[in-house]
Protein backbone atom coordinates (compact mmCIF):
# COMPACT_ATOMS: atom_id res chain seq x y z
CA UNK A 1 0.00 0.00 0.00
CA UNK A 2 1.38 3.53 -0.46
CA UNK A 3 2.69 5.89 1.68
CA UNK A 4 -0.54 8.42 2.80
CA UNK A 5 -0.81 11.64 4.57
CA UNK A 6 -3.55 14.49 4.74
CA UNK A 7 -2.97 16.36 1.32
CA UNK A 8 -1.83 13.29 -0.62
CA UNK A 9 -1.06 9.43 -1.63
CA UNK A 10 2.57 8.35 -2.47
CA UNK A 11 3.04 6.10 -4.95
CA UNK A 12 6.41 3.26 -4.73
CA UNK A 13 8.11 3.18 -7.60
CA UNK A 14 8.35 -0.58 -7.48
CA UNK A 15 4.76 -0.62 -8.05
CA UNK A 16 5.97 -1.32 -11.79
CA UNK A 17 7.58 -4.00 -10.94
CA UNK A 18 5.07 -5.48 -8.91
CA UNK A 19 3.84 -9.10 -10.69
CA UNK A 20 0.20 -8.45 -8.97
CA UNK A 21 -0.13 -5.27 -10.69
CA UNK A 22 0.64 -6.10 -13.69
CA UNK A 23 -1.61 -9.64 -13.57
CA UNK A 24 -4.31 -7.35 -13.77
CA UNK A 25 -5.95 -5.85 -16.47
CA UNK A 26 -5.21 -2.17 -17.85
CA UNK A 27 -8.54 -1.09 -16.44
CA UNK A 28 -8.03 -3.01 -13.28
CA UNK A 29 -4.85 -0.94 -12.92
CA UNK A 30 -6.04 2.08 -13.56
CA UNK A 31 -9.14 1.76 -11.69
CA UNK A 32 -6.62 0.68 -8.82
CA UNK A 33 -4.82 3.53 -8.72
CA UNK A 34 -7.79 5.96 -9.09
CA UNK A 35 -9.54 4.14 -6.19
CA UNK A 36 -6.21 4.45 -3.95
CA UNK A 37 -7.27 8.09 -4.30
CA UNK A 38 -10.67 8.10 -3.64
CA UNK A 39 -9.99 5.99 -0.55
CA UNK A 40 -7.68 9.27 0.95
CA UNK A 41 -10.39 11.83 -0.72
CA UNK A 42 -13.76 9.93 1.53
CA UNK A 43 -11.52 9.15 4.26
CA UNK A 44 -11.04 5.01 3.47
CA UNK A 45 -14.66 5.01 2.60
CA UNK A 46 -15.59 4.34 -0.99
CA UNK A 47 -19.22 3.69 -1.64
CA UNK A 48 -20.55 0.25 -3.48
CA UNK A 49 -23.01 1.90 -5.54
CA UNK A 50 -22.10 1.43 -9.11
CA UNK A 51 -23.91 4.14 -9.91
CA UNK A 52 -21.73 6.69 -7.77
CA UNK A 53 -18.56 4.70 -8.01
CA UNK A 54 -18.87 4.69 -12.03
CA UNK A 55 -18.93 8.66 -11.55
CA UNK A 56 -16.23 8.97 -9.28
CA UNK A 57 -13.76 6.96 -11.20
CA UNK A 58 -14.67 9.10 -14.68
CA UNK A 59 -15.05 6.15 -17.03
CA UNK A 60 -17.52 4.77 -19.51
CA UNK A 61 -17.10 1.47 -18.54
CA UNK A 62 -20.94 -0.55 -17.43
CA UNK A 63 -21.64 -1.18 -13.85
CA UNK A 64 -21.09 -5.16 -14.41
CA UNK A 65 -17.56 -4.16 -15.85
CA UNK A 66 -16.79 -2.31 -12.95
CA UNK A 67 -17.88 -4.82 -10.50
CA UNK A 68 -15.66 -7.45 -12.06
CA UNK A 69 -12.84 -4.91 -12.00
CA UNK A 70 -13.26 -4.80 -8.48
CA UNK A 71 -13.43 -8.80 -7.73
CA UNK A 72 -10.00 -8.34 -9.70
CA UNK A 73 -8.56 -6.25 -7.66
CA UNK A 74 -9.72 -7.84 -4.48
CA UNK A 75 -7.78 -11.33 -5.71
CA UNK A 76 -4.55 -9.59 -6.36
CA UNK A 77 -4.50 -6.88 -4.05
CA UNK A 78 -6.19 -8.42 -0.52
CA UNK A 79 -5.76 -5.29 1.75
CA UNK A 80 -8.36 -4.01 -0.91
CA UNK A 81 -11.97 -4.63 0.96
CA UNK A 82 -15.11 -4.51 1.35
CA UNK A 83 -17.85 -4.36 4.47
CA UNK A 84 -21.62 -3.97 4.31
CA UNK A 85 -21.60 -0.58 3.29
CA UNK A 86 -18.48 0.50 1.73
CA UNK A 87 -15.04 -0.59 0.14
CA UNK A 88 -11.76 0.23 2.08
CA UNK A 89 -7.94 -0.46 2.38
CA UNK A 90 -6.85 -2.03 5.20
CA UNK A 91 -4.17 -0.70 7.14
CA UNK A 92 -4.89 2.60 6.41
CA UNK A 93 -5.21 4.47 9.49
CA UNK A 94 -2.08 3.15 10.65
CA UNK A 95 -0.23 4.55 7.65
CA UNK A 96 -2.05 8.14 8.02
CA UNK A 97 -1.80 8.56 11.87
CA UNK A 98 2.52 7.75 10.60
CA UNK A 99 1.91 10.64 8.53
CA UNK A 100 0.37 12.67 10.53
CA UNK A 101 3.11 12.17 13.62
CA UNK A 102 6.36 12.38 11.52
CA UNK A 103 6.65 16.52 9.94
CA UNK A 104 10.21 16.48 8.64
CA UNK A 105 11.92 20.09 9.47
CA UNK A 106 15.64 18.76 8.36
CA UNK A 107 17.57 16.84 5.89
CA UNK A 108 18.43 14.41 8.93
CA UNK A 109 14.43 13.66 9.32
CA UNK A 110 13.80 12.98 5.47
CA UNK A 111 16.85 10.56 5.57
CA UNK A 112 14.72 8.87 8.24
CA UNK A 113 11.35 8.88 6.39
CA UNK A 114 13.61 7.39 3.08
CA UNK A 115 15.07 4.51 5.61
CA UNK A 116 11.46 3.85 6.65
CA UNK A 117 10.44 3.23 3.10
CA UNK A 118 13.40 0.60 2.93
CA UNK A 119 12.20 -0.85 5.59
CA UNK A 120 8.51 -1.26 4.50
CA UNK A 121 9.49 -2.24 1.04
CA UNK A 122 11.70 -4.60 2.59
CA UNK A 123 8.48 -5.97 4.66
CA UNK A 124 6.34 -5.77 1.43
CA UNK A 125 9.38 -7.36 -0.56
CA UNK A 126 9.07 -10.37 1.50
CA UNK A 127 5.43 -10.90 1.80
CA UNK A 128 5.65 -10.87 -2.25
CA UNK A 129 8.38 -13.67 -2.20
CA UNK A 130 5.93 -15.56 0.28
CA UNK A 131 2.93 -15.13 -2.41
CA UNK A 132 5.12 -16.46 -4.99
CA UNK A 133 6.59 -19.33 -3.33
CA UNK A 134 3.44 -20.39 -2.51
CA UNK A 135 1.58 -19.87 -5.63
CA UNK A 136 4.07 -22.27 -7.47
CA UNK A 137 3.81 -24.55 -4.63
CA UNK A 138 -0.04 -24.68 -5.39
CA UNK A 139 0.98 -24.95 -9.12
CA UNK A 140 3.44 -27.90 -8.17
CA UNK A 141 1.07 -30.09 -6.38
CA UNK A 142 -1.34 -29.72 -8.81
CA UNK A 143 0.18 -30.62 -11.72
CA UNK A 144 2.14 -33.71 -10.12
CA UNK A 145 -1.12 -35.08 -8.36
CA UNK A 146 0.42 -34.87 -4.78
CA UNK A 147 0.04 -33.86 -1.36
CA UNK A 148 3.56 -33.24 -0.32
CA UNK A 149 3.99 -30.79 2.63
CA UNK A 150 5.88 -27.28 1.92
CA UNK A 151 8.77 -28.18 4.60
CA UNK A 152 11.25 -25.58 5.60
CA UNK A 153 13.70 -27.51 2.68
CA UNK A 154 11.46 -26.80 0.15
CA UNK A 155 10.82 -23.44 0.77
CA UNK A 156 14.43 -22.60 0.64
CA UNK A 157 15.11 -24.51 -2.74
CA UNK A 158 12.36 -22.71 -4.27
CA UNK A 159 13.48 -19.13 -2.92
CA UNK A 160 16.98 -19.99 -4.03
CA UNK A 161 15.82 -20.15 -7.77
CA UNK A 162 13.54 -17.47 -7.38
CA UNK A 163 16.96 -15.51 -6.37
CA UNK A 164 19.16 -16.94 -8.93
CA UNK A 165 16.77 -14.94 -11.50
CA UNK A 166 14.06 -17.65 -12.37
CA UNK A 167 10.68 -16.22 -13.14
CA UNK A 168 7.16 -17.84 -12.20
CA UNK A 169 6.54 -18.53 -15.42
CA UNK A 170 9.64 -20.56 -15.57
CA UNK A 171 9.59 -22.44 -12.63
CA UNK A 172 5.78 -23.25 -13.54
CA UNK A 173 7.30 -24.23 -17.81
CA UNK A 174 9.69 -26.90 -15.72
CA UNK A 175 6.63 -28.36 -14.42
CA UNK A 176 4.73 -28.99 -16.99
CA UNK A 177 7.80 -30.50 -18.81
CA UNK A 178 8.57 -32.54 -15.68
CA UNK A 179 5.41 -34.35 -15.30
CA UNK A 180 4.94 -34.49 -18.96
CA UNK A 181 8.58 -37.05 -19.13
CA UNK A 182 7.84 -40.90 -20.01
CA UNK A 183 10.23 -42.60 -17.89
CA UNK A 184 8.89 -45.64 -16.63
CA UNK A 185 10.41 -44.31 -12.90
CA UNK A 186 9.24 -41.01 -13.10
CA UNK A 187 6.50 -41.79 -10.65
CA UNK A 188 9.10 -42.76 -7.44
CA UNK A 189 10.98 -39.80 -8.71
CA UNK A 190 8.37 -36.78 -7.87
CA UNK A 191 10.18 -34.60 -5.10
CA UNK A 192 10.76 -30.97 -5.80
CA UNK A 193 14.66 -31.54 -6.16
CA UNK A 194 13.91 -33.91 -9.26
CA UNK A 195 11.71 -30.38 -10.85
CA UNK A 196 13.96 -27.46 -9.97
CA UNK A 197 17.10 -29.09 -7.32
CA UNK A 198 20.59 -29.78 -8.05
CA UNK A 199 21.53 -32.68 -7.46
CA UNK A 200 25.96 -33.93 -6.63
CA UNK A 201 27.01 -34.81 -9.70
CA UNK A 202 24.29 -34.37 -12.04
CA UNK A 203 23.35 -31.57 -14.46
CA UNK A 204 20.76 -28.80 -12.86
CA UNK A 205 17.51 -30.36 -13.24
CA UNK A 206 15.76 -26.90 -13.81
CA UNK A 207 17.84 -26.15 -16.44
CA UNK A 208 17.33 -29.81 -17.71
CA UNK A 209 13.54 -29.12 -17.43
CA UNK A 210 12.98 -25.38 -18.72
CA UNK A 211 14.94 -26.63 -21.90
CA UNK A 212 13.52 -29.76 -22.46
CA UNK A 213 13.19 -30.29 -26.14
CA UNK A 214 9.01 -30.57 -26.72
CA UNK A 215 8.13 -33.69 -29.64
CA UNK A 216 6.13 -32.47 -32.49
CA UNK A 217 3.42 -34.34 -34.42
CA UNK A 218 6.10 -35.72 -36.92
CA UNK A 219 8.82 -36.66 -34.10
CA UNK A 220 11.33 -33.89 -34.19
CA UNK A 221 12.35 -31.81 -31.46
CA UNK A 222 11.50 -28.68 -30.86
CA UNK A 223 12.82 -26.43 -28.14
CA UNK A 224 10.68 -24.35 -25.79
CA UNK A 225 12.07 -20.71 -26.30
CA UNK A 226 12.47 -18.26 -23.87
CA UNK A 227 10.81 -14.81 -24.50
Same mark, same amino acid.
Given at each position: MPRISREFVKLETRLLNDYRFFE?? *? +????????????????DNKITK???TLKALLRVNWSEDDIALIISEIKDNFPNFKSNKYFHYFSG?? *? +???RGKLKTPTSAANYCEDE???IDEDKD???E????????FWEYFLLKTNKQYKLNKQRKILIKQRLAEGYTLDQLKQAVDNFVGDDWAG????????YCIGKQKGKADNLEKWINKPVKSKDGIDQY???G
Amino acid at each position: MPRISREFVKLETRLLNDYRFFEMS *E +RGQLAYIKLLVLGRTFDNKITKRLTTLKALLRVNWSEDDIALIISEIKDNFPNFKSNKYFHYFSGYE *E +RLLRGKLKTPTSAANYCEDEDEDIDEDKDVDKEQQCTVVNSFWEYFLLKTNKQYKLNKQRKILIKQRLAEGYTLDQLKQAVDNFVGDDWAGRKDHMDLIYCIGKQKGKADNLEKWINKPVKSKDGIDQYIVEG
